[in-house]
């Protein structure tokens, strides 16, 4: 079955998802999730950089894979083809869980598309693991062992548990007191006998070490993707208290049958190794820190809900808030320039010039002050005689040294 999507371009053939990973429509999802991996480790960029045509293929590979791997969307495929996927909308999501890439140019083309690079995996780790040609060092429950692993490189370790550990559950942790950037990845048993990627964990911050843990405890667990609207936390501040939560995803194994489980340390330093310590440990000495964390991640999920309807109320306050403030501002300069205008019309009643004032066009004199020249002849009395000038009280003998103030 294939279909042509129209648009302002040319026309596009899309194959049968079926056909692009040669299974049938019978295959079951561990068969469509084997076929996957195979032939986008094969077109994968990172092997293939002077091939166009390989990215284009990987592209279909990946896309196909969508489809096929949600229940939901490979029925509508099947009951009425691309068709179905259009009328609702698909968005294509590319899971790179199973291949990665190192390739920062890669990386960037798929979010330009607006895909989300889940993962930046070496390709040619993910193909020797599914080949089952890597070495895996025994790691025993209760025990650690300490390490430094090559950037873009991992460390397998294989962690064998019995019934009775695996009914009480497994913790397995990574940490590193030299702050190195590292993965935890957990690797299941492919049909071919390799090892396909299932799970992974990006090293946090925690104190004064990096860590990383995966916990098998029989019930939902939780892991917190910081990566989760990391855009929209970035363009808005705000957004990274109420976002914050929302990396909040649960973890697609909750528990491990008896038997041998294949882990790997990857080094996600890109200039230099990564120290680490990995340890397994049986967490049925760890009853009440189970307990706590059960108790603590349903807090956190209640927690997320009440943050997301208090955003609605917070954001709805802060836009009243502004509207208000905006109104104060405005007021706060009308008065200021009503009261300035009152004290203009002041000063305006006044005969005085007073310098920086607004003159109101009077004269300047204060009435009935006699007007006298500067000649002269001012101090001169009208019968002709000469004035005795008189002393002013700033030339006085303050000493008293003048005899005729006695």
């Not at 096929?68 to 698909?90: C, H, N, T, V």
């Not at 599914?130 to 025993?140: E, S």
């Not at 200021?336 to 004269?363: C, M, W, Y």
Request: aromatic share 8%; with cysteine; net charge neutral.
């Amino acid at each position: 079955m294939a279909s042509k999507t129209g648009g302002s371009s040319a026309p596009v053939l899309r194959r049968d998802p079926y056909e692009v990973l040669c299974v049938t429509r019978d295959s079951s999802e561990q068969e469509i999730k084997t076929a996957y991996r195979k032939l986008a480790l094969k077109y994968h960029p990172d092997k293939n950089a002077n091939n166009p045509e390989a990215s284009e293929l990987f592209k279909e590979v990946a896309y196909s894979y969508n489809i096929l791997s949600d229940p939901e969307k490979r029925r509508q495929y099947d009951a009425a083809g691309f068709e179905a996927l259009d009328a609702e909308g698909m968005d294509m999501e590319i899971d790179l869980s199973n291949l990665g890439t190192v390739n920062t140019m890669f990386a960037a083309l798929f979010s330009k598309l607006g895909v989300p690079i889940k993962t930046t995996i070496s390709a040619n780790v993910l193909e020797e693991a599914l080949n089952g040609t890597v070495t895996v060092r025994p790691l025993p429950i209760g025990t650690s062992v300490s390490g430094k692993v090559d950037k873009q490189s991992a460390h397998f370790f294989g962690v064998t548990i019995n019934e009775e550990q695996a009914e009480a559950g497994i913790a397995v942790r990574v940490t590193s007191v030299a702050q190195s950037k590292f993965k935890l990845l957990y690797f299941e048993q492919d049909a071919n006998g390799g090892y396909g990627l299932a799970l992974q964990e990006d090293s946090e911050k925690t104190g004064k070490v990096t860590s990383a843990g995966m916990y098998f405890l029989h019930f939902q667990v939780y892991r917190l993707d910081s990566t989760v609207n990391a855009l929209a936390m970035a363009k808005d501040p705000e957004a990274a208290f109420f976002k914050r939560l929302e990396g909040l995803q649960p973890c697609e194994v909750s528990e491990l049958k008896p038997g041998t489980h294949i882990f790997a340390v990857y080094g996600d330093n890109f200039f230099k190794p990564a120290s680490y310590t990995i340890e397994a440990l049986c967490t049925k000495t760890y009853e009440e820190t189970t307990e706590k964390l059960k108790e603590v991640e349903a807090q956190i999920l209640r927690k997320r809900n009440e943050l997301r309807q208090f955003e609605t109320e917070y954001r709805k306050a802060l836009a009243r808030f502004q509207e208000v403030t905006n109104r104060y501002s405005q007021e706060k300069q009308s008065v200021d320039e009503l009261l300035k205008q009152r004290d203009n019309i002041h000063s305006s009643f006044t005969a005085v010039r007073i310098p920086g004032t607004v003159s109101n066009g009077s004269t300047s004199k204060i009435p009935g002050e006699d007007s006298r020249g500067d000649s002269p002849g001012d101090d001169a009395s009208s019968d002709g005689k000469e004035k005795v000038p008189r002393k002013k009280w700033f030339n006085l003998n303050l000493k008293g040294t003048d005899k005729k103030l006695g």
